[in-house]
């Protein structure tokens, strides 16, 4: 239940202006919806049910076209956001200012002269209403076992009985 009341922000609606790819249009916004999205900007804005005064919806524009004759991949780092003064980024943009061995999240392959313009939409909300809305990360617990050795013990069996014991 913790997870699921978890508030984050998911792009929940695409507006394709064009998509000659070979992925359809609900293929690609599924996994638009999917790509985890970071900000400090999140607990200002307001669930989509909630009247406040902060705009809900955060805009990003997507337009790739591959011209040469090898496919390209259009990746997360391809979504920019309308509003640049807004600091939400997929995790990978955020991850990669630090480390550039960080790989973005792949979308599609675009082969020769095929392309995606889109617009999404970015909201704020919770697990309880769709799984794109559960953070990234789950918590979890393990036990941790504290073994100790007795090395006087350890000093009175021959190597042959230490080989024998692992075994």
Partial sequence: IMIAEVPTIAIDLVEFD???S???DEFLAHRLGLIPLTSQYAPMLGLPFEAVSESADIEF???VKCTEGRSLEVTDLDLMPKDPTIPVVPVSQELRRTSESVKPV??????????????AIARKGIGKDHAKWIPVATAVFQ???DIQINQALMDEPT?????EFVL
Avoid: D, F, M, P
Wanted: proline content about 0%; glycine content about 4%.
């Fill in 143 to 145: 036990y941790a076992a």
């Fill in 22 to 24: 070979v992925l359809n």
């Fill in 61 to 63: 524009l997507l337009h």
């Fill in 106 to 119: 792949v979308i599609a392959k675009l082969g020769r002269n095929q392309e995606i313009k889109l617009k």
């Fill in 159 to 163: 190597e042959e009985q230490k080989q």
């Fill in 18 to 20: 064009n998509n000659t």
